[in-house]
């Protein structure tokens, strides 16, 4: 951990790949169009983090750890722990003020992520990296850094281990590579197409694999031997084509991978970060022209920052941006929170970060929040500010953090009916019930039949242009499968088509659509008509749609684009349209383009429909019905 240390030289281009990774995460966050793959940048500080780690470690000579345990984890957590916690607690503060509705939620995500767990407590409750119901969590982005905890507590003792029963490092090296490779096959083998990634994505076991990519690295390609000295003029052409291509493959894939591609989890996400070992390996390097290039001070700038600034983007997005700007930003928005997120981490980094890290927690402490009364009117503004406003600020985090302070109205998700089925003519044959609200929440999983709101559907004089006369030869029957915004608009269908059958069920997607199919194989004949709005939780493989629409390839169907805050929104809605252009059976129903600038359609989560957003969508499906 010395910086003294020959094997942990500073290398300014590092902190220039730094930036890059911090800069596409947040452009993706952001959900700028030219950075869909800007989850991508995590990969990067994990090899990173896996190759500088293990370097800092390892030994100059013979096999014994360079630094102790203890002083290497006392340095992590001097490194890591103070910024986070002034981020979650600051966060949480914020959030029992101003979002009492999040109070539900922040409290286990808050929890978890103070003792760096937080991957696994949103795998175990079901919480998507690439999608939440309602407002996004504001701490979701500390499951990396609960990965690199985890890491940074184990991985030392297992190289303590490895060196002392391996005598050779290269023979340690193909060993770690094993294990990477063993990590991302459990990644491939856990992963399925068209469901939601978070499982792989989040789990140690499954994204250890980059972070012992790096560590392989760092066995192969120890920072202390890289010298000028050593290389060939021809060698050293090599290395700097080598690294120019590594690095356009790294801006190719920030700009063109998605997360829903199959091939990313099977294989893709594990060459993305042998990409990433090699242009490591490239910029370590003394002779690297692309080394020289990344080390732009403004770049530095922001690569020395970049942890707090990863820290802080997320929360500052979150708390500061409407549900509805979501997949829909506000570039003025946008920039007003990009200099509030860098001022924060520069304040960070001065009287945080650093301070701790040089002086330690107890001379921190004592410098910045022992009270003393005779030395009070000596004290400067800051040193008075802390020395009130830490204490206050800890004594509300505990009150909302032990839920003394009572939360906001809770989110739809919470008091939301989880399904509805309506069977035509027949209101009896499924009975209506009431949820019951004084047990918990019911479970995305259970199916249960309930009761949704009475809505009127609208007049023909309060809607002329939009209502459209029924045709002489209406459907027989009719049949709509959805998720939770069929459960909405459910009532209201029933009332326009009596005939119709509805199958409603939150969070379904049309992977669970394709097995549900072969129930309503009745309803596949000519004189049916098939309504499918489905998209709203998360994006499907061509095949799952393809499979779902030639289950009704006989009836007429009428797919319901969609309008959700979310990353998969514009996918969905391309893909839907270009099945309704290859089919002459299947029309579309823009209900994205009706609903686009208009947020009073939908409730405060930005995926539930209000009254009004209920009438026009109904609408939209009796005019396309009617034609």
Known sequence: ?????????????????????????IAYHFNFSWARGGFLGVDIFFVLSGYLITSTMLPLKGNQLTVSLKKFWIGRFRRLLPAAYVMIITSFVWAMLFHKELLHTLRGDALSSIFYSSNWWFIFHKLSYFDSFGSPSPLKNLWSLAIEEQFYVIW???????????????????????????????MAILYQPGADPSRVYYGTDTRCFELLIGCWLALIWPMKRLSSQKLSTSHMKKLNAISFISFTIFLVSIMYVDEFQTFLYRG????????????????????????????????CWIGSRSYGIYLWHY????????????????????????????????????????????????????????????????????????????????????????????EGQQSSKDSYPTAIKINGDEPTANPIKEPDKTTDNPSPSKEEVVDVPDIETPKPEENETNVVPEKEDA?????????SVMIDIA?????????????????????????????YASFNQSNNAIIIQLGTNGYFTNDQIDTLLAAFAHADIYLVNTRVPRSWEGKVNASLHQKSEEHENITLIDWHAAALNHPEYFAPDGVHLEKKGVEVLTNLIQQSINK
């Open 1 to 25: 951990m010395s910086g003294k240390s020959l094997n942990h030289r500073y290398i300014p281009g590092l902190d220039g790949i730094r930036a890059l990774a911090v800069l596409a995460v």
């Open 156 to 186: 030392p003792l297992l190289l303590m281990i490895g060196l002392y029963v391996v005598e050779k490092q290269s023979k340690l090296a193909k060993i770690v590579f094993i294990g990477a490779i063993c990590s991302a096959l459990l």
């Open 268 to 299: 893709g996400m594990f060459l993305f970060c042998l990409n990433a070992a090699v242009l490591i390996a490239c910029v370590c390097h003394p002779v690297s022209i692309l080394g020289r290039i990344l080390a732009w001070k403004p770049l």
């Open 315 to 406: 929360p500052v997005m979150v708390l500061g941006t409407p549900i509805h700007e979501i997949g829909n930003p506000s570039y003025w928005r946008i920039a007003l929170q990009l200099v509030l997120i860098v001022t924060i981490a520069e304040c960070s980094y001065r009287f945080i970060e650093m301070p701790i890290r040089k002086e330690g927690f107890w001379a921190y402490y004592r410098k910045y929040f022992v009270f003393n009364k005779k030395k009070w009117g000596s004290l400067t503004f800051s040193r008075k500010v802390s020395t009130v406003m830490v204490p206050l600020f800890l004594l509300v985090f505990f009150t909302g953090i032990t839920g003394v302070v009572g």
């Open 475 to 483: 459907y027989q029957n009719i049949l709509a499968i959805g998720d």
């Open 491 to 519: 009532t209201s269908l029933h009332k326009v088509f009596p005939n119709i059958t509805i199958d409603g069920k939150i969070g379904r997607q049309v992977s669970q659509a394709v097995k549900l199919a072969p129930n």
